[in-house]
């Protein structure tokens, strides 16, 4: 099945620094989320983005289909911005709307 | 809109019991996804329905299963309850198999 790869596991910022986020999968996927994980255990969506380039705020993704990677970038970090961010893909036309996820990069950003 | 609702929130159980989860999807949403997280084996899918049917089950022991009925409404089920079921269970909602799944707050199940 797909696996899923995320880099870095951990990231330490300050305030206002810019960062990326890169998930890599072991196969194509067309089924493609970014989510931001909340202290109380929630999954917050960020994009749905199987495929080219989305924007909301501070934050913006790209997807390579053909490559199969995503990438996450968080601009002018605020601290409210720490966390654990998870992207998650699948396959629909074998797996339905199945996420494999990826072990999560845990972000901390310093005042 | 209400968002995707699970209860109960917090849960402790004894080993060897069984537990019942709900989960209520987004109005007009018809497809309900299932995840386990452990802090040792992430994020890790459990099944999915559409339209009260399973349509994929994730690598877990018959003990674990569920249902969903006419309204979208979903439950799953664990029997005899070990220390190693003890995760947080999140529930996933979507309009159709193939759209955007969005997430409820999760059911956070000890067991004892």
């Known amino acids: 099945g797909i696996q899923v790869e995320q880099s870095p596991p951990d990231l330490i910022l300050q305030e206002g620094a810019n960062s990326t986020l890169r998930c890599n999968f072991s196969d194509s996927v067309n089924n493609l989320q970014w989510f931001h994980q909340n202290p109380w255990g929630q999954l917050i969506n960020l994009f749905y983005?199987?495929?080219g380039t989305k924007q909301n705020g501070r934050l913006s993704a790209t997807t390579v289909a053909t490559e199969r990677y995503s990438l996450l970038y968080i601009s002018s970090s605020q601290t409210t911005d720490s966390g654990v961010y998870f992207c998650a893909g699948g396959n629909l036309y074998n797996q339905g709307g199945k996420l494999i996820f990826g072990q999560g990069t845990e972000l901390s950003v310093k005042p | 809109k209400a968002g995707v609702t699970q209860t109960p929130r917090y849960l402790i159980k004894t080993r060897g019991q069984q537990v019942t989860l709900s989960c209520s999807p987004i109005?007009?949403?018809?497809?309900v996804s299932w995840y386990q997280q452990t802090p040792g084996q992430g994020l890790q899918f459990l099944f999915e329905?559409?339209?009260?049917?399973?349509?994929n089950k994730g690598n877990f022991p018959g003990r674990f299963s569920g249902r969903q009925f006419s309204n979208s409404r979903s439950e799953m089920n664990v029997s005899t309850l070990e220390l190693g079921d003890s995760a947080l269970y999140l529930c996933?909602?979507?309009?159709?198999?193939?759209?955007?799944?969005?997430f409820g707050q999760g059911t956070r199940l000890t067991v004892v």
């Open positions: 109005s007009g949403h018809r497809s």
């Open positions: 996933a909602s979507s309009q159709e198999i193939h759209t955007e799944a969005f």
């Open positions: 983005i199987p495929s």
């Open positions: 329905y559409f339209s009260e049917t399973q349509r």
